[in-house]
């Protein structure tokens, strides 16, 4: 198996290298043009007032350099990883279930060309199937599949994770402070957390974490980078919690809290963390419109 591996391997660096992917690899994620994405945002101007081409990047999250994830085995549900390279379309099956069954084998697009990239995600059938893609070192865990199930963890209880926080919540903060932290950060004029459950995937298909940046090319340039940073502090913060993984409520106790604190209730931080629990939900009537930290 392993000697298949490196064949498959070196095919799949010699068709990179004949799509000449090295723009890929300094926007780390897909792009498309200011007409193609369908929002209706204008293009902008730099300083000296010339005109800027809008850009929108995409940036799945297993696609960053994470020193500080977890190489665990971890939770026996685990069943997604990622793999960089994966087989062409004509091996891949095969290559996938000489580990185990499979779910799904999702490859992400490639931005120069608009077709299917050499890189993406298996979804194995059983936890075991995928243990065995990472221990021949064909792939790693899904730091998407990881991250989603932290959030289930503290929000519903119906899912363990290999994290003990919920890493979805911070990495979009307080109300989204974090991530339009970041957007101000590169000079964006927006950046969207999307992924299963994580808002209106209308410009992806995909369902796994990943990022949307809509901004200048240099703006654009700058979002690895930062996106980096910030997983790496969650990283740390993550390595430092002690005790049980945390929980969270959502839902209903919204509202009484923001009725509450208008009032000056004292109970304003107890309210305000069990909010942070959870990703941002759009208000009622408020379709089409985009939230609060894709303003610029």
Same mark, same amino acid.
């Given at each position: 198996?392993?000697?298949?591996?490196?064949?498959?391997?070196?095919?799949?660096?010699?068709?990179?290298?004949?799509?000449?992917?090295?723009?890929?690899?300094?926007?780390?994620?897909?792009?498309?043009?200011?007409?193609?994405?369908?929002?209706?945002?204008?293009?902008?101007?730099?300083?000296?007032?010339?005109?800027?081409?809008?850009?929108?990047?995409?940036?799945?999250?297993?696609?960053?350099?994470?020193?500080?994830?977890?190489?665990?085995?971890?939770?026996?549900?685990?069943?997604?990883?990622?793999?960089?390279?994966?087989?062409?379309?004509?091996?891949?099956?095969?290559?996938?279930?000489?580990?185990?069954?499979?779910?799904?084998?999702?490859?992400?697009?490639?931005?120069?060309?608009?077709?299917?990239?050499?890189?993406?995600?298996?979804?194995?059938?059983?936890?075991?199937?995928?243990?065995?893609?990472?221990?021949?070192?064909?792939?790693?865990?899904?730091?998407?599949?990881?991250?989603?199930?932290?959030?289930?963890?503290?929000?519903?209880?119906?899912?363990?994770?290999?994290?003990?926080?919920?890493?979805?919540?911070?990495?979009?903060?307080?109300?989204?402070?974090?991530?339009?932290?970041?957007?101000?950060?590169?000079?964006?004029?927006?950046?969207?957390?999307?992924?299963?459950?994580?808002?209106?995937?209308?410009?992806?298909?995909?369902?796994?974490?990943?990022?949307?940046? @809509?901004?200048?090319?240099?703006?654009?340039?700058?979002?690895?980078?930062?996106?980096?940073?910030?997983?790496? @502090?969650?990283?740390?913060?993550?390595?430092?919690?002690?005790?049980?993984?945390?929980?969270?409520?959502?839902?209903?106790?919204?509202?009484?809290?923001?009725?509450?604190?208008?009032?000056?209730?004292?109970?304003?931080?107890?309210?305000?963390?069990?909010?942070?629990?959870?990703?941002?939900?759009?208000?009622?009537?408020?379709?089409?419109?985009?939230?609060?930290?894709?303003?610029?």
């Amino acid at each position: 198996r392993k000697g298949n591996w490196g064949r498959w391997r070196s095919r799949s660096r010699d068709r990179d290298r004949e799509r000449g992917r090295d723009g890929d690899k300094n926007w780390g994620g897909d792009w498309k043009k200011k007409d193609d994405w369908g929002g209706g945002w204008s293009g902008g101007s730099n300083r000296r007032g010339e005109k800027q081409e809008i850009l929108t990047v995409t940036v799945h999250l297993d696609e960053l350099e994470m020193a500080g994830r977890s190489t665990a085995e971890g939770d026996a549900e685990d069943r997604e990883v990622w793999v960089d390279p994966l087989p062409d379309e004509d091996e891949v099956k095969e290559w996938a279930e000489s580990f185990g069954g499979v779910r799904e084998i999702f490859r992400l697009t490639d931005p120069e060309t608009g077709k299917p990239a050499s890189k993406g995600f298996v979804l194995f059938a059983e936890h075991s199937a995928a243990a065995k893609c990472v221990e021949v070192g064909s792939g790693r865990w899904s730091e998407s599949e990881r991250w989603l199930s932290s959030q289930q963890q503290a929000r519903r209880g119906d899912r363990s994770s290999v994290y003990p926080l919920n890493l979805i919540r911070r990495i979009l903060g307080t109300r989204g402070d974090v991530i339009a932290g970041l957007r101000d950060e590169i000079g964006a004029k927006a950046v969207m957390l999307r992924g299963e459950g994580l808002g209106e995937n209308d410009f992806t298909e995909s369902k796994r974490v990943h990022f949307v940046c @809509k901004g200048s090319a240099e703006a654009c340039g700058r979002l690895n980078a930062a996106l980096e940073k910030a997983v790496d @502090k969650i990283y740390e913060e993550v390595k430092k919690h002690e005790g049980p993984p945390e929980k969270g409520s959502v839902g209903g106790r919204r509202g009484r809290s923001r009725s509450r604190n208008r009032d000056g209730g004292g109970r304003k931080g107890d309210d305000q963390g069990r909010r942070d629990d959870a990703a941002w939900q759009r208000p009622p009537g408020s379709e089409g419109m985009p939230p609060p930290w894709m303003y610029p």
